[in-house]
């Protein structure tokens, strides 16, 4: 079954707007979160990444809100601009040999900014 | 920079040939992986290697085998391959196994047609 939820599947905003992501995961054993993004003809690269001992990390215009309970994290891009028109995928991981450092992804979010 | 290279960015190959994708990266990272890319589905796992000659299973394997008999070279191998497997390849590496904290660094993507 899929790990972790992403949702919407596509996004279109408004230049100077905001754009949020939201993922759900379940499993309490995951203890790191990225983002990465995806432009086109390019692999993916990672944005910004949270651990579950903080709620939330801010990098420029790019925040990570995570709320343990809820098992729920999502991905706040201000004053979006045409430039951050990419995929975004969220990601979850866990520490131990179960998991070997592989990463979880969800299925994606194009975000499209228009001017 | 850490460097992950892919040996094609565009492929075509008829159903039932034996296709190699080859993967090499530069930084002396220990993990490897293989995902393939589809519209709606996002990144999904097909092995990952954590060591030379070492190798496991990702979350959609039938059909792919791999190599590692270098730690920087790491080889997606479609043993007949068919129509269904028309996608997009990435590879992409991290610095330790079983540590949840590991930045992959992927490579631009194979683009396979299969015909």
């Known amino acids: 079954q899929q790990q972790v939820k992403q949702s919407p599947q596509s996004l279109i905003v408004q230049k100077g707007g905001i754009s949020i992501i939201n993922c759900a995961y379940e499993?309490?054993?995951?203890?790191?979160f990225p983002w990465y993004q995806q432009f086109p003809g390019k692999g993916p690269a990672l944005l910004i990444a949270i651990r579950p001992d903080v709620s939330e990390k801010k990098e420029g215009r790019f925040t990570i809100s995570f709320n343990k309970s809820a098992k729920q994290f999502s991905l706040h891009i201000m004053d979006s601009q045409p430039g951050d028109s990419a995929t975004y995928f969220c990601?979850?991981?866990?520490?131990?040999?179960?998991?070997?450092?592989?990463?979880?992804f969800g299925r994606g979010t194009q975000l499209t900014v228009w001017p | 920079d850490v460097k992950v290279t892919q040996s094609s960015r565009y492929l075509v190959k008829r159903t039932g040939e034996k296709v190699f994708l080859e993967c090499v990266q530069d930084?002396?990272?220990?993990?490897m992986f293989w995902y393939r890319q589809d519209p709606g589905l996002g990144l999904r796992l097909i092995y990952f290697s954590y060591d030379v000659k070492m190798k496991e299973k990702g979350d959609i394997p039938e059909g792919y085998s791999v190599s590692r008999e270098k730690k920087e070279r790491f080889s997606l191998i479609l043993e007949s391959a068919s129509t269904n497997q028309t996608s997009m390849y990435l590879c992409?590496?991290?610095?330790?196994?079983?540590?949840?904290?590991?930045?992959?660094?992927f490579g631009p993507g194979t683009r396979l047609t299969v015909l």
């Open positions: 990601a979850a991981s866990g520490e131990g040999g179960s998991t070997l450092g592989r990463l979880y």
């Open positions: 499993n309490t054993a995951f203890d790191y």
């Open positions: 930084m002396d990272h220990e993990n």
């Open positions: 992409a590496s991290s610095l330790l196994p079983g540590a949840s904290y590991n930045e992959q660094f």
